[in-house]
Structure formats: C-alpha cells, structure tokens
C-alpha cells in the first residue's frame, strides 16, 4: 500500500491569529536572506515587511504544493528584485578606490543608498540554529562576503545564497525562480567564478566562536582605545590593517595615517566610551564619544575584522542616528 504524504498545513483567512504566527516564525531567516540580497539591514526588514503583507493577504490562496517556507522565500525573492531592478551596488570604501593619506581630507558623504549597511547578528540569525549552523549563517553576513554578493547580478545572488548558503537543492532552487535545473547549475558557476576572482569564497564556518586570546585581544583594544594610546592602538593591528569611515570614501592602510588621522580629524574620538555589540557574525562596538553638554553621544558603530593574532580592519559606520536604534541602543549615555 502507498503511504500518503499529508500537505503542508494550509493558512487560512479565517484563522488570522495562527497564520500570523506561522509567518513571524520565518521573519529572522528571511530578513538574513533579504539582507544578504540588499546589502542594507533597513531595507531587508522592509522586505520581509512586505514579504509579509503579501502572504498574509494571499493566504487563503495558498494551495499547498509548496511548504510555506518555500513559499514565502518565493515571495521575498520577488520583492528584493523588484527593489534591486535598475540599483547599483552598495559597497564598502575599500570597493571604491585605493588606500589614502591622512592629510588626503574627507570629500562630502555618499548617499545611503551607496553603502553596505551593517546589521545585527539577532536580526538575522535564528536562536534555534545548532551551533555549526549558526557559525556557517555568522560568516555569511560578514561584511567582506556580503560586499562581493553585491557584485552579482540579482538572479545569481539569489542562486548562490539559496545553494551555497542556506543549502538548498537546485531542484528546489529551480522551482523558487520558475526555471530549470541546468539554469540554476549554470547561475551558480558563473556567480563562483565572480566570487573567486574577488578572492572571497562562499562560506565555510570560517568565523569561529570567541577563544580567550581573541576576548584578551578585543580587550587590549577597548583599554587602547578608551585611553587613546595610539602606541597601543597600532601595536593591536596588523601592518596593512584598513581603517575607514562610511558614508565616506576615504580609507586608510598605514599606521602612521591611522595615528595621524586620530590625533588630526579624529581628535574628538578621545575619551571615548566603547559598549560591546555583534554585528555582521564579527565584533563590534558601540562608540560614544565626549558630548560637550554631559555625558557621550552616539558616534560611530564600530566591526572589527580579527585575524589570527590581530586585527585586520576596522569600520566606522557613522550614520548612528538610524544605525544605533537598528541595535537597540541608546543615542547618549550619561557620564
């Protein structure tokens, strides 16, 4: 006798209260999906937003040849490109040019949309992950491999985060973007090949959980940089570490451009105060800097890239007005 293999459970209209609660319980895998797609964290969590809203009201069309997870990834996939048609990339500073010098100066800011956007890891990671799965999802939001997904065109980004990142079939990869398995084969060798002549290969568990000789360095760099001792500083970071500063373009690789831009442009960064975040599978840190009125304002978020035994770049995202809420964070502390 043939086993009959039950449908998905199928949402209805009339059962508004369960079909929102089988929705929400997708909301932090799709915005991971979503983010990686965009490049910024605002307009992941606007996506699955409407993601959202479009399942809901289709709800009761639903008809079940899919499981709801599948369905609702289809759905998402069309709205992230209808939101990428005719968009250029998002980038980092260190896509759009070379290293500058310190005295080089800062040219006016780029538009939001002209930036990847950093995002927090709770935003994106589901809590119910095993840790093996949580370390692969950490190193697929890493800002250096979210930067080179930008470089694909929509339809291979999407072939690649469905196969490589959240491992999917291509059969099931094929039936989300209604093509053919050869097609998919075919997207996905041509986005390796771009992601390979940019040397950042899909992940692979590459970040690994804090050990106490990376808690002892993150805690030598807050001592450093809190008492802003730029010969502690410079002593924690590796000789062509990247120092930089979106929304703007000018970046900086030598120690002696990261300690004179520090005690030149940067001199109000001292006396700062550093609260420990995790954005993008890496470590962070709130910045607060001295506010002339009490106390210290919001100032930059910080992500550290950690090599082996130092630190290999670090970004300031200076936009903490939209940034800090994204985080949960305060926009002032008092002294």
């Known amino acids: 006798m043939t086993e009959t293999v039950p449908k998905p459970a199928v949402p209805t209209a009339s059962g508004a209260e369960a079909v929102t609660g089988q929705l929400e319980s997708h909301r932090t895998e799709l915005t991971g999906y979503c983010y990686r797609m965009l490049g910024s964290s605002f307009e992941a969590e606007d996506a699955v937003q409407d993601t959202m809203v479009r399942a809901w009201k289709a709800a009761d069309r ?13 759905i998402a996939t069309n709205v992230c490109f209808d939101m990428l048609d005719g968009r250029q990339r998002r980038a980092l500073p260190m896509d759009m040019g070379p290293a500058s010098h310190a005295d080089a100066g800062l040219a006016a800011p780029l538009p939001d949309v002209a930036w990847l956007q950093p995002v927090p890891d709770v935003r994106v990671i589901p809590s119910a992950a095993d840790p093996a799965e949580i370390a692969e999802l950490r190193d697929s939001i890493r800002l250096a491999f979210v930067s080179a997904l930008q470089l694909l065109p929509a339809n291979q980004r999407a072939v690649l985060i469905l196969r490589e990142v959240l491992q999917w079939p291509a059969t099931d990869v094929a039936d989300l973007l209604s093509t053919s398995v050869p097609s998919v084969n075919s997207a996905l060798q041509r986005a390796r090949a771009t992601l390979a002549a940019r040397d950042a290969d899909a992940p692979a568990a590459s970040i690994q959980p804090l050990d106490d000789d990376k808690r002892g360095l993150l805690a030598r760099y807050v001592e450093a940089f809190e008492s802003y001792d730029m010969a502690k500083l410079t002593a924690l970071l590796t000789e062509d570490a990247s120092w930089s500063m979106p929304p703007y373009e000018l970046w900086l690789q030598t120690h002696d451009d990261i ?14 105060r550093l609260v420990p975040v995790s954005a993008n599978g890496a470590p962070a840190f709130a910045q607060y800097k001295p506010d002339p009125e009490g106390g210290f304002g919001a100032w930059s978020l910080q992500v550290l890239d950690l090599g082996p035994e130092r630190i290999e770049g670090i970004m300031f995202f200076l936009d903490t007005p939209q940034i800090f809420p994204m985080f949960d964070l305060p926009l002032h502390l008092d002294a």
């Open 62 to 74: 639903f008809e079940g040849r899919s499981s709801l997870r599948s369905w609702l990834y289809k």
């Open 259 to 272: 300690v004179a831009w520090c005690l030149g442009p940067g001199y109000a960064c001292e006396g700062s």
